[in-house]
């Protein structure tokens, strides 16, 4: 993809705004609906929302964070579990970054990607969507992942994130003291480390003791980028 155009906050917006529409344009009635976590997925629970009340739209909503859950009561989306659907028709969500050529993804800068990733994975059709700032030609080389962890293995974790060379560091909390703490009561450790192979990462990342899920992403479908005259459709 071209450079991006997007100059300033106000054009960010408007593109985030542009791709959730039309990801909530492409719901249809009697959909099981996996609901993502982020600004721009909140705006596609907006929109859909927009169309459940305003045109009877019939659909069920999965979502995969407390935050999520909110804005879907908010906006009038009627909520199941997964307990109740385990097939998901289509997910929708965000990401940190997208890699332009695999479409892999780096999730999780919400500290959600476990639950994204179960409820993402367990969809028919994983759709992300996104602004264009977040299209990047080499994934990881700006963002960790980020690895939700049991807070009693959290230094074991890091003793063995140490020995392959990368550089973790436990996610804080903003406006509290100590450390962030995921919807499911755990840690997060954030990570910079190489991505030549992710899936392979993906899966290795995973067999650490105390590591819960990591936020690399490799079963996507589909990536709707906003940019600022259209959407644009990137398909594996």
């Known amino acids: 993809m071209a450079k991006s155009g997007l100059k300033s906050s106000s054009d960010v917006e408007n593109t985030k705004f542009m791709v959730a529409k039309e990801a909530a344009n492409l719901i249809k009635d009697g959909m099981i609906v996996g609901l993502g976590s982020g600004s721009t997925a909140n705006l596609f629970i907006r929109e859909l929302g927009r169309r459940v009340v305003e045109e009877e739209l019939s659909i069920f909503g999965i979502p995969t964070s407390f935050e999520s859950r909110m804005y879907a009561i908010q906006y009038g989306i009627p909520l199941v579990s997964l307990d109740e659907y385990g097939e998901i028709d289509i997910a929708i969500d965000g990401a940190d970054e997208v890699d332009k050529k695999t479409l892999y993804l780096i999730k999780g800068g919400g500290g959600c990607h476990t639950r994204e990733k179960i409820i993402d994975y367990c969809a028919k059709e994983f759709m992300v969507i996104v602004d264009e700032n977040k299209i990047v030609d080499s994934l990881g080389d700006k963002t960790p992942v980020p690895l939700e962890v049991l807070p009693f293995a959290y230094s074991s974790v890091l003793n063995e994130l140490l020995k392959r060379d990368t550089a973790p560091s436990i996610r804080m909390a903003d406006r509290k003291m100590g450390p962030v703490i995921t919807d499911n009561g755990n840690m997060i450790?954030?990570?910079?480390?190489?991505?030549?192979?992710?899936?392979?990462?993906?899966?290795?990342?995973?067999?650490?003791?105390?590591?819960?899920?990591?936020?690399?992403f490799t079963k996507v479908d589909k990536v709707l980028v906003g940019s600022p005259k259209k959407v644009i459709t990137l398909k594996k």
């Open 189 to 216: 450790i954030d990570v910079f480390i190489e991505l030549k192979n992710p899936e392979e990462t993906e899966k290795e990342l995973n067999n650490i003791p105390g590591v819960i899920e990591n936020g690399i």
